[in-house]
């Protein structure tokens, strides 16, 4: 049964054309993150949300926003993608955000930019 | 700033031996640490979390260690199998609600 799905799993975009990826999770759990990760790189935290709280990461680019409508669902927006930001989009939930949460993760979204 | 290293990047072995995954980190500092497995393509499965006050933690052939002191981690894999290659990636928390710093990931390789 799967906790934390990702739609869609493959995503093609152009250069300048947004695109907004999901994210959805039957834990309900407080905590949802979206990371980043380039090929044969880390996984890198964009941002989160606690609850309705928005929490972005110093260094997150501007070209990227995030929406959490209720506590299932949240989306990651580009608006403006550029070659460099084709990269696999993991979204993960936590029950909190208390030391020792565990994170889970979804199966990714490869994002493509032509 | 804290700082994950895997080591090796890349590590091939036979059937049925036991290896052992090395992760380090710069900052002792930590809430705790995982180890996620993450198939080519895919998204990243949690195999073990450790706390900062455990020692280690296991799940069927698999232990995790942590030594907080000297910043480092194990995950020592019983028996491999072919069925355990994929990369594997270690991550610490450094305090609640902060991001998971992530190594790089040290991809296993197991032939029959």
């Known amino acids: 049964d799967a906790m934390v799905i990702q739609n869609p799993r493959y995503q093609v975009t152009q250069f300048g054309k947004p695109v907004t990826l999901s994210c959805s999770q039957t834990l309900n759990h407080n905590v949802m993150y979206w990371y980043q990760q380039k090929s044969s790189q880390a996984p890198k935290l964009l941002f989160h949300?606690?609850?309705?709280?928005?929490?972005n990461e110093a260094d997150t680019p501007d070209n990227f926003q995030s929406r959490r409508p209720n506590t299932s669902f949240c989306f990651l927006d580009i608006r403006s993608p550029g070659l460099g930001d084709a990269a696999m989009y993991l979204c993960?939930?936590?029950?909190?955000?208390?030391?020792?949460?565990?994170?889970?993760f979804g199966p990714g979204t490869r994002l493509t930019v032509t | 700033k804290q700082e994950v290293t895997q080591i090796p990047a890349a590590l091939s072995v036979p059937e049925g031996e036991n290896l052992v995954l090395n992760c380090s980190f710069t900052d002792s500092a930590i809430y705790n640490l995982q180890w996620f497995r993450q198939d080519p393509g895919k998204g990243l499965t949690s195999l073990l979390l450790i706390q900062s006050s455990q020692r280690e933690q296991t799940s069927g052939r698999l232990n995790a260690s942590l030594d907080k002191s000297s910043g480092r981690s194990t995950l020592y894999i019983a028996a491999s199998q072919p069925g355990d290659s994929a990369t594997y990636l270690c991550?610490?928390?450094?305090?609640?609600?902060?991001?998971?710093?992530f190594g790089k990931g040290t991809t296993l390789s197991v032939s029959s």
């Open positions: 993960a939930t936590s029950r909190d955000l208390v030391a020792g949460s565990e994170q889970y």
């Open positions: 949300y606690y609850d309705k709280d928005f929490n």
């Open positions: 991550a610490v928390e450094g305090q609640a609600g902060t991001a998971l710093i």
